[in-house]
């Protein structure tokens, strides 16, 4: 048998460790992180369509002109539960960019919706060499790459509210974090602080400001709070574009489990009614 004294050592241990990861994982994170409400959270949320758009217009006329997003196509906008663009809309867009094409007539050509979003620089240190030695990181995932820290016994919650949006906070606190540096941190030359991010001292300057993207129509905040929160919601999208198909998918598979265990318990019943016991 287990002594006694092993047992004591090993519920000792247990929270002792897990008090050591939730310490690593708050300074790996940085600060505490801001939770939105969302439109897709919880099991029944989905995607804002319009949002999705404002966060695409962010998308495109901000961040990519640094960062890539090797896994998205343009056809991709036109999907249903995306941005859902029509299919002239993704062919015009595709068309003015380049794409480099070696079967093409001077290796390049129009882009087309099958073609995958051109990254800006044509290799890994050519992106360096343009940002100061930092390499922007790809968009295909980040928001499933990243995520914010909970202390316990917060993050228990999650099982139960299917809390996923981890990666959304944390991309919307990042952008909308920076600030003056206090007086007694040294920030390194050519970084810049930002309260949220681990260290505080980020290489990328801050990429939004008020005014800096004209949303079409009215109603819409144009404010550097706006911005994250859209683009934080597009590259969402972009990282799980299949969201909202996978709730639906799981809303019908628990009715027919609740109908399937209804029609055992019938069948339980029937069969076994004239059956003493």
């Known amino acids: 048998m287990i002594k006694k004294s092993v047992i004591a050592a090993i519920l000792l241990a247990v929270p002792m460790a897990l008090a050591g990861a939730q310490a690593q994982a708050a300074q790996a994170e940085g600060t505490h992180a801001e939770q939105l409400s969302w439109s897709f959270a919880g099991p029944f949320g989905t995607y804002d369509t319009n949002q999705l758009r404002r966060g695409f217009q962010v998308f495109k006329e901000v961040c990519a002109s640094c960062h890539s997003a090797d896994m998205l196509a343009f056809r991709n906008l036109e999907q249903p539960g995306g941005p859902e663009y029509s299919a002239a809309q993704v062919k015009a867009l595709a068309a003015t960019y380049t794409i480099a094409d070696e079967t093409a007539q001077g290796g390049e050509r129009p882009g087309v919706p099958s073609d995958y979003w051109p990254a800006p620089f044509a290799s890994e240190q050519d992106a360096r060499d343009a940002n100061g030695g930092a390499l922007p990181p790809d968009m295909s995932v980040l928001a499933k790459a990243r995520g914010i820290h909970q202390p316990f016994p917060y993050w228990l919650f999650n099982y139960f509210t ?34 949220f991010f681990s260290g505080h001292a980020i290489s990328m300057p801050p990429p939004l400001s008020d005014g800096l993207v004209s949303y079409e129509g009215e109603g819409v905040p ?32 628990i009715l027919f489990l609740i109908l399937f265990a209804g029609l055992m318990y019938l069948t339980k019943r029937k069969l076994w009614a004239n059956v003493e016991h």
């Not at 299917?162 to 920030?187: C, H, M, R, V």
């Not at 550097?224 to 969201?243: H, I, N, R």
């Open 162 to 195: 299917t809390y996923q949006e981890s990666g959304t906070d944390y991309i919307y606190n990042l952008l909308t974090s920076y600030t003056d540096a206090p007086a007694d941190f040294k920030l390194p030359d050519g970084k810049y602080y930002n309260a």
């Open 222 to 253: 144009q404010t550097t709070e706006q911005y994250a929160k859209d683009v934080a919601a597009y590259l969402t999208w972009v990282s799980d574009p299949g969201l909202d198909g996978r709730k639906e998918a799981g809303f019908r598979v």
